[in-house]
């Protein structure tokens, strides 16, 4: 009976100009400020519309989230962005190690670990992404290979501080496919997620950690998804690009 607040977060990957994340963050606060903070409503758009975006949601029941940010506050790091300016600009959660960033652009387990501890240092709590591929599902590797990316992304932190976090389990053979895991397949995941953070840590902590599930979370699959005793909520991509979609997935988790 641990009560969660559901968080169902939009990544918006790399899409929108800032005009466009304006125009859609105006529909947004349309369909969705009737719900209030029954649940916890996060958008991530691109670095460059953040300050814009931040300052269209005041006064709204949306929070801001980056994508990504640098492990260090500031230096020689040309192209990057560091979790300081990001908390600066009005971010409240940083998407860390989202599957994208792990096959495109060498993040790592101890990647993570390092944006995560500069995303709890400035101030914000990471959304931490795990999840297998096709070919470690289908060789039965799923359960380890998630439990070693949990294990490699929180190393060195509290009980305290992982009980803030949000985990965002998202297989990987789910992201933009429009292949959805079950919802059993995507509990028993979950299940497995908190049991390890009750062994890592104590069973209070694992029972306070959000762990959304991502990976084509759409209209008509949300409510079953969100319904499991173990998801706490969604990362959602292609659907939160459509403010209509994202409040019927919004409202599904209600
Ligand atoms: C994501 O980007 O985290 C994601 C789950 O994408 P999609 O909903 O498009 O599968």
Redesign the pocket.
């Known amino acids: 009976a641990e009560a969660r607040r559901k968080i169902i977060a939009g990544?918006w990957?790399m899409n929108k100009t800032v005009p466009e994340a304006l125009a859609l963050v105006r529909e947004l606060r349309g369909v969705v400020s009737a719900l209030g903070d029954k649940v916890e409503l996060v958008i991530a758009p691109p670095f460059v519309a953040l300050h814009s975006v931040a300052q269209a949601i005041e006064d709204s029941n949306l929070k801001l989230a980056a994508q990504n940010c640098h492990w260090e506050v500031s230096g020689a790091f040309t192209g990057e962005v560091a979790a300081p300016m990001l908390k600066e600009v009005g971010c409240a959660y940083v998407?860390v190690g989202?599957?994208?960033r792990r096959q495109f652009f060498g993040e790592t387990d101890e990647t993570v670990n390092k944006r995560s501890r500069a995303v709890l240092k400035a101030g914000m709590v990471p959304i931490i992404?795990v999840g297998e591929t096709l070919a470690e599902r289908e060789g039965n590797q799923t359960l380890e290979v998630v439990e070693r990316q949990v294990k490699g992304a929180l190393a060195g932190f509290s009980a305290a501080d992982v009980a803030r976090f949000v985990l965002?389990y998202?297989p990987v053979w789910?992201?933009?496919?429009?292949r959805?895991a079950t919802s059993a397949q995507a509990q028993e995941v979950h299940v497995a997620i908190r049991s390890q953070l009750a062994r890592l840590y104590d069973g209070a902590a694992a029972g306070q950690v959000r762990i959304q599930y991502?990976?084509?979370?759409?209209p008509d699959n949300a409510a079953e998804l969100l319904g499991q005793p173990d998801v706490d909520g969604?990362?959602?991509?292609?659907?939160?690009l459509k403010a209509g979609d994202f409040a019927a997935i919004v409202k599904a988790g209600v």
């Open positions: 990544n990957k998407i989202h599957s994208e992404c965002a998202e789910a992201i933009g496919t429009g959805t991502g990976g084509s979370v759409k969604a990362l959602v991509g292609g659907a939160s």
